[in-house]
């Protein structure tokens, strides 16, 4: 089994910055990527961005240039550095991992950006 837990959500005011961390424990294998989700009210979970087994990294267009995932290996832990910050940025964001192909998700971080 492998635990995620998030932590770095907040309120925050438009333009201003977080920065989400994922830490991972357990009986981690290979770990053959890294995603940020976030769900929004009333609005579908949608992925926000990956990095793989690689280091390839992608993101959903609307935080392209704002948002920037990150890994420290040592600390098994992942980033989400999130700048600009938009009121349609806020949501509740999941970290998830797949590990030797098995699906992982964390409990999930409120985030919340005022106007």
């Known amino acids: 089994q492998v635990q995620l837990v998030e932590s770095g959500g907040g309120l925050v005011q438009a333009g201003g910055s977080l920065r989400l961390s994922c830490a991972a424990s357990?009986?981690?294998?290979?770990?053959?990527?890294m995603y940020w989700y976030r769900q929004a009210p009333g609005k579908q979970r949608e992925l926000v961005a990956l990095m793989l087994s690689g280091g390839s990294t992608n993101y959903a267009d609307s935080v392209k240039g704002r948002f920037t995932v990150s890994t420290d290996n040592a600390k098994k832990t992942v980033y989400l550095q999130m700048n600009s910050l938009k009121p349609e940025d806020t949501a509740v964001y999941y970290c998830t991992a797949v590990v030797d192909l098995h699906w992982y998700w964390g409990q999930g971080t409120q985030v919340t950006v005022s106007s």
């Open positions: 357990g009986s981690i294998g290979t770990i053959n990527g």
